[in-house]
């Protein structure tokens, strides 16, 4: 039997703060960042909550990339304010580090009834607010928690947030969007629902990203940014994602190199390969990325025209957003790299996503993905 998650309730729009004057509880727990309590934004929401609670915490060590150690920390915060609501404001990093707090206390028997959990996006990118993957650190390795449990009550999207976010984070975001939107479309868990989803995930993501990252003040495409975001999230929650999280979780984990962009940059090798690009070009994969092509406009007579110009157009808005030309381009080592391969090939095809590619592959496959990625993004 096949089932659709839609649990969180989504509120969106200029006014989307102010739902939280209509939550109940008495003790509130804000899980965050510094960067957020600097900026404001802290205060920001918490102005909106209700008049009179009892207590309202805040915890605000979440790191980028958050680890066990921030979990812990954020265990021992939560178990002191003892909340009925906790509320996630930030970036993925932050909503990923306040589900595995709940998770983790939940798990060891310590959490008695769930807090009602509000996740409010500070960036367009993750989709965390509506899915049930956490990722979190440990070393060098890059784990996705994948458990229903995780997911918040409510989610908001307020684009007035995500209008200061610098133009460099808007893109690798931005690609992190449209990477969920293309992994989900083509999973081996995709259905007519997730389909729908990601396939108007990447039409917001190519209609409305370079405008956020060339006028970030535009409140419009913003809005529309944070919308494909949340969209690409509900459609890969349901159906997972594929080997281009898998590479780059291991690849972040061990050179640093930020999620959205790791990311973008196996985008399009990975793509090549579900759709046998330099083979037949006759998967499945394929026929739905000329599918979208034909969608976006595109030129797709056939599927490898369309495959190709698919490719093009992920290249050509790459371009746009001021990304590296390759993964040597973020100062990452030859010989490291080199080096390095075997454990980050192992790590890939241990990682959560890998089961839900559309093509399976082995560990010479994922070696030649990142080689080749290592090089260049764009297809040759």
Known sequence: MNAFQIKPAIHFGASALGMLSTLSGQRVLIITDQAMVKFGLVEKVRSQLPVGLEKVSVFADVTPDPDIAVITAGMVAMKEAV??????????????????????LHQGGQLADKPCFVAIPTTSGTGSEVTAFSVIKSNTEKWALVDEYMLPEHAILAPELVASVPAAITADTGMDVLCHALEAYVSNKASDFSDALAEKAVQLV?????????????????????????????AFTNASLGITHSLAHALGG???????????????????????????????AAEKYARLAKM????????????????????????QLGLPTGIEACQVNSADFTAALPEMVSQALRDNCTPTSPRSANAQELETLYRQSFVSAAIQ
């Open 83 to 104: 909340p009925d609501l906790v509320i996630a404001v930030g970036g993925g990093s932050v909503i990923d580090a306040a589900k595995g707090v709940i998770y983790t």
């Open 206 to 234: 190519f209609a409305y990203l370079p405008d956020c990252y060339q006028q970030g003040q535009d409140l419009h495409a913003r809005e529309k940014m944070h919308n494909a975001s949340c969209i690409a999230g509900m």
């Open 254 to 284: 061990r050179f640093g190199v930020p999620h959205g962009r790791a990311n973008a940059l196996l985008m399009s090798q990975v793509v090549a390969f579900n759709a046998d690009y330099h083979g037949q070009c006759n998967t499945l």
């Open 296 to 319: 976006l406009g595109l030129p797709a007579s056939d599927q490898r025209e369309g495959v190709m110009s698919l490719l093009v157009a992920i290249d050509v808005l790459r371009d």
